[in-house]
């Protein structure tokens, strides 16, 4: 799985993609309110981890999401 944020503009906020192996788009979300069903990805119990990688991650850059 990937990650990746987009800078929001104006009134716009920031968003957080999550992709897949295939970089196929699985999940869209604002980076303040992070999803709330994370154990369709996997990622259940984990939104202290998640949401310390959003808050460091650089914009516009895709990395492997590692938790």
């Known amino acids: ?17 999550l992709r897949d192996e295939d ?4 999940a869209y979300f604002r980076a303040d309110r992070p ?8 990622l ?3 939104e202290d981890a998640l949401k310390g990688i959003i808050d460091t991650l650089p914009y516009g850059k895709i990395q492997p999401l590692k938790i």
Do not use: R, W
Not at 1 to 17: E, L, R, S
Not at 23 to 26: C, K, M, T
């Open 1 to 17: 799985m990937h990650i990746i944020k987009i800078k929001g503009k104006a009134k716009i906020p920031d968003y957080i993609q």
């Open 23 to 26: 970089f196929v788009l699985i």
């Open 35 to 42: 999803l709330k069903k994370l154990e369709k990805y996997g």
């Open 44 to 46: 259940e119990g984990k």
